[in-house]
């Protein structure tokens, strides 16, 4: 007798635009797995209820999308993984021996991105631009990375002086400040653009000079044409770009792995997404 494939979800609201199920649904073709994945919008003063009816009915997982990473942080508090708890929100749920469990993977996805693309993480001074909850979630894994300097620049500059604060800096030095009080050296390995700005077409107001020779410019945001900040990027002689898509595919590997115990490829993945994106 066969079994039912398990369940697997996207929740948020709005959610429809989501490219999580079209991953998920390559991922599982690709490693064999039987799993369904789809995309499930909560109203937003039920997220806790809807949680609770997906497990009770045999869900194998869920991710978590705007505006409930929080939520899950809260459902989940008793059984958060590192990454989690360094984020202060969740994107990956899962019961194990009838538990909650929670985990942030975008900061995994960020960094595999990241090398995919070559960028020399080790050593690197970096220009985080933003301090909300994608800046929060990337934070602990770029200085894992070895990253020198990290001088994090956001719009209300108590955010980032809060944030910069928060985190134990290991190796890494860590500034907070809003943009008029970056430092005037500039020259950033890496800058990284953690802003909702590129949805109004705009960029971030980044000093003259902030790309050393060789650095890399990185939007979380994905579109199928370059955003303000990349355009920008290259106008100031940023030597590589990158959008987020590759962060999105590689967040999405993560929770699969923690899900299946098995790790998909992302490339094939991720240039497919591309091809679609811009077709
Ligand atoms: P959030 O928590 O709402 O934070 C928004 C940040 O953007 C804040 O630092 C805010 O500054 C700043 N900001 C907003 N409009 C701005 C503008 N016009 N100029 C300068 N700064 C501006 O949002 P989030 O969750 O961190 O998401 C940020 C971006 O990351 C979004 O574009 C999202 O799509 C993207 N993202 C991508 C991935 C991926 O997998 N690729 C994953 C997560 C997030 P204030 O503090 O001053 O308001």
């Given at each position: 007798?066969?079994?039912?494939?398990?369940?697997?979800a996207v929740i948020?609201?709005?959610?429809?635009?989501?490219?999580?199920?079209?991953?998920?649904?390559?991922?599982?073709?690709?490693?064999?797995?039987?799993?369904?994945?789809?995309?499930?919008?909560?109203?937003?003063?039920?997220?806790?209820?809807?949680?609770?009816?997906?497990?009770?009915?045999?869900?194998?997982?869920?991710?978590?999308?705007?505006?409930?990473?929080?939520?899950?942080?809260?459902?989940?508090?008793?059984?958060?993984?590192?990454?989690?708890?360094?984020?202060?929100?969740?994107?990956?749920?899962?019961?194990?021996?009838?538990?909650?469990?929670?985990?942030?993977?975008?900061?995994?996805?960020?960094?595999?991105?990241?090398?995919?693309?070559?960028?020399?993480?080790?050593?690197?001074?970096?220009?985080?631009a933003g301090a909300?909850?994608?800046?929060?979630?990337?934070?602990?894994?770029?200085?894992?990375?070895?990253?020198?300097?990290?001088?994090?620049?956001?719009?209300?500059?108590?955010?980032?002086?809060?944030?910069?604060?928060?985190?134990?800096?290991?190796?890494?030095?860590?500034?907070?400040?809003?943009?008029?009080?970056?430092?005037?050296?500039?020259?950033?390995?890496?800058?990284?653009?953690?802003?909702?700005?590129?949805?109004?077409?705009?960029?971030?107001?980044?000093?003259?000079?902030?790309?050393?020779?060789?650095?890399?410019?990185?939007?979380?945001?994905?579109?199928?044409?370059?955003?303000?900040?990349?355009?920008?990027?290259?106008?100031?002689?940023?030597?590589?770009?990158?959008?987020?898509?590759?962060?999105?595919?590689?967040?999405?590997?993560?929770?699969?792995?923690?899900?299946?115990?098995?790790?998909?490829?992302?490339?094939?993945?991720?240039?497919?997404?591309?091809?679609?994106?811009?077709?």
């Amino acid at each position: 007798m066969s079994s039912a494939p398990t369940r697997y979800a996207v929740i948020g609201n709005p959610v429809a635009h989501s490219k999580s199920p079209w991953i998920h649904a390559r991922f599982a073709q690709q490693t064999g797995q039987d799993l369904t994945y789809e995309a499930i919008c909560a109203p937003v003063d039920d997220f806790a209820a809807q949680v609770a009816g997906f497990f009770a009915a045999g869900g194998g997982g869920l991710n978590v999308t705007v505006p409930f990473k929080l939520q899950a942080f809260e459902l989940a508090r008793a059984h958060l993984s590192p990454r989690a708890m360094a984020a202060g929100a969740v994107n990956t749920l899962w019961m194990a021996d009838g538990r909650l469990h929670g985990c942030n993977t975008d900061g995994v996805g960020l960094i595999a991105d990241l090398r995919r693309l070559g960028a020399r993480l080790a050593g690197a001074r970096v220009l985080l631009a933003g301090a909300g909850g994608a800046a929060r979630g990337i934070l602990l894994p770029l200085i894992e990375a070895g990253c020198a300097r990290i001088d994090i620049a956001n719009r209300t500059a108590a955010r980032a002086e809060e944030l910069a604060a928060a985190f134990p800096a290991g190796q890494a030095t860590l500034r907070g400040s809003g943009y008029a009080d970056l430092p005037a050296s500039g020259g950033w390995d890496l800058v990284i653009n953690a802003t909702a700005s590129s949805l109004d077409d705009q960029a971030p107001p980044l000093p003259a000079g902030a790309y050393a020779p060789g650095a890399m410019a990185y939007d979380l945001m994905y579109a199928a044409r370059p955003t303000a900040f990349l355009r920008q990027a290259v106008a100031d002689g940023a030597s590589a770009t990158a959008d987020g898509l590759g962060m999105l595919v590689g967040q999405a590997a993560e929770s699969f792995h923690i899900w299946r115990g098995v790790r998909p490829d992302p490339a094939p993945v991720l240039a497919a997404l591309r091809q679609l994106l811009s077709s």
